[in-house]
């Protein structure tokens, strides 16, 4: 199940954003980026639905595998875990979420990074 288009982040000026204005959480095998919304990002690609709403970009390296249907795999079980967790209650809370996983060899132990990742949830305080 990916996520829906209106979940998603996208475009260059987002991440930009992201990257300098974030608070960030490091893990051993990702890392999370937290941002307040700022929908004046994206009022110049005319996105007017939902641009204050929760938003979330995962993003895999080349770093981690070269093949793209491992990367895919690995984040595709990371969004599923996350739309189990995530609530609709929660939809008001204004805030972009970018996961970028490091390279290294425990991508293959499943169990290891989903434990990680809902770590990371809840110590960047997304879900209480």
């Known amino acids: 199940m990916a996520l829906p288009k209106s979940m998603r982040l996208n475009g260059h000026r987002t991440f930009k954003y992201i990257h300098k204005n974030s608070k960030k959480f490091y893990g051993n095998l ?3 980026r937290i941002a307040k919304t700022n929908p004046g990002v994206l009022r110049s690609h005319k996105i007017n639905h939902g641009v204050s709403n929760f938003k979330i970009a995962i993003t895999v390296s080349k770093k981690v595998s070269k093949k793209s249907v491992v990367r895919n795999r690995i984040r595709r079980l990371l969004q599923e875990t996350f739309l ?3 609530n609709k209650n929660y939809n008001h809370v204004p805030y972009w979420v970018l996961v970028n996983l490091k390279n290294g060899n425990s991508y293959n132990n ?3 990074l989903l ?3 809902q770590f990371l949830i809840i110590k960047s305080g997304l879900f209480k």
């Open 30 to 32: 990702m890392d999370f």
């Open 84 to 86: 189990k967790e995530f």
């Open 110 to 112: 499943e169990i290891e």
């Open 115 to 117: 434990k990680e990742f």
